[in-house]
């Protein structure tokens, strides 16, 4: 998946107009990552870059002048290396492919940097990016001390991460339809684990039909470490290990989404491994399925960011003290945050290019209004610990999440990752059609 490089340079041209005059901007792609001994990773560039060129090459230094004039140094041509790890655009490349006003090889970086940092007041980078501060940092002392020869030496070096996070945090047409696509895949991932588990199955086997599902329909690599839970361990939040045998009787809790042109999708869900709720995994099951339809309700434009998490709270709260889990007055409960030992995380997170990805969830001290184009999830849960002795044995041991990737629009939310069931009836349905 490419977006078109008018829309990359247009990216460029609107944060430069933001930063303002006699402002430089300058960002890396990332280096390779070694594995172990002398195997790489497979490289993935720092998500901001990606979003201001689209070019996925380690090493490459983006460079923009106020105009939005855009320099690049790039890994050279190279035959030899291009036999043994692959192609390279190269200079010309970077140009004509990707939209770059000037691309330089990396040797020259050095002098390239020194060339557009002449003359400006200040240069603009993610403060973050350590490495690329402190060589910023030289590259300024460097024209510092040619002030004899005529250079002029930027003063002050400044950070545009808040500028640049947010312009990510609204999503383009051309964005929104890439993340629709990983997350339609990622559909299909899950349904397809619905209709393949069986208890008996080890857990890594399951998220092997997830993976086979993603990289058949081009997300080649998940956003973020498949989550495959089954009985206990889907109460443990970022659970990974993914190498228990999963039994009759257990819950499933999957949270995996493929990535697809640098964007994440992420979907939760919950089922039973041979098909049919019991009881109790019904009753909580159902609760947080009340708590996401009453969340998705608050997911409007000029709603504040916290309004659909403190909706599924007041939902789960009630519900458990109905079901016995907890005991008192609901809003005291709430307001001591009793509800923590059973839902200890946030209803939701911005979704982009990184699946936390980037934005400020409040302004001026308040939660921020949601606006048409954000993307976020909404994954409301709950945890019951097995060795939580406060409750019925009953309930011991059960995990459940539902996610969804949503769009604000004008209109009213939408769901993103649409046609993957959730409701009970549904999923038992599916689960005994296989």
């Not at 490419?2 to 006699?22: F, N, P, V």
């Not at 939701?348 to 606006?371: F, I, N, T």
């Not at 060795?387 to 990737?405: A, L, M, P, Q």
């Amino acid at each position: 998946m490419k977006l078109s490089k008018e829309i990359y340079r247009e990216r460029r041209q609107r944060l430069m107009s933001a930063l303002g005059d006699h402002t430089v901007a300058v960002i890396r792609a990332g280096e390779l990552a070694t594995r172990n001994n002398d195997c790489d990773y497979e490289f993935r560039p720092h998500s901001s870059f990606f979003y201001l060129t689209g070019f996925n090459e380690p090493s490459a230094m983006l460079f923009i002048l106020p105009t939005g004039e855009s320099h690049m140094a790039v890994q050279p041509k190279d035959p030899e290396r291009e036999q043994w790890d692959g192609f390279r655009h190269g200079m010309t490349g970077a140009m004509q492919t990707f939209g770059m006003d000037q691309a330089v090889e990396l040797d020259e970086l050095d002098d390239l940097a020194l060339e557009l940092f002449d003359g400006a007041d200040k240069i603009a980078l993610l403060m973050e990016d350590e490495l690329l501060r402190d060589q910023a940092l030289t590259w300024r002392d460097a024209l510092a001390a040619r002030a004899r020869q005529g250079a002029v030496a930027p003063t002050s070096i400044v950070d545009l991460s808040d500028v640049l996070h947010e312009m990510r945090l609204i999503k383009d047409a051309a964005e929104i339809d890439i993340m629709e696509r990983a997350a339609q895949i990622s559909v299909q991932a899950h349904t397809q684990a619905m209709k393949a588990v069986v208890p008996g199955m080890m857990e890594y086997q399951l998220e092997a039909e997830l993976n086979y599902v993603f990289m058949k329909n081009g997300a080649r690599v998940p956003a973020y470490n498949n989550i495959v839970a089954s009985g206990c361990n889907a109460c443990v939040l970022h659970y990974i290990k993914n190498d228990e045998e999963i039994a009759d009787g257990d819950l499933i809790l999957i949270d995996a989404g493929g990535e697809l042109g640098c964007y994440a999708s992420d979907i939760t869900r919950t089922f039973p491994a041979n098909g049919k709720f019991s009881e109790p995994q019904a009753q909580l099951y159902q609760l947080v399925l009340d708590a996401y339809h009453a969340g998705l309700a608050q997911m409007t434009v000029g709603n504040p960011y916290e309004a659909f998490h403190i909706k599924a709270v007041e939902v789960l709260v009630a519900g458990l003290v109905k079901l016995g889990l907890l005991q008192g007055d609901v809003e005291e409960l709430i307001e001591n945050k009793a509800y923590r030992d059973f839902y200890m995380h946030n209803t939701g997170h911005w979704l982009g290019l990184d699946v936390h990805d980037c934005g400020r969830y409040k302004e001026a001290g308040e939660s921020r209004p949601l606006q048409a184009g954000m993307v976020l999830t909404l994954e409301p849960g709950l945890y019951i610990n097995p060795d939580n002795e406060s409750v019925d044995v009953k309930w011991r041991g059960i995990g459940i999440r539902i996610e969804d990737d949503i769009l604000i629009r004008e209109e009213g939310p939408y769901v993103l990752t649409h046609g993957l069931v959730k409701e009970i009836a549904e999923i038992e349905a599916l689960m005994a059609s296989k």
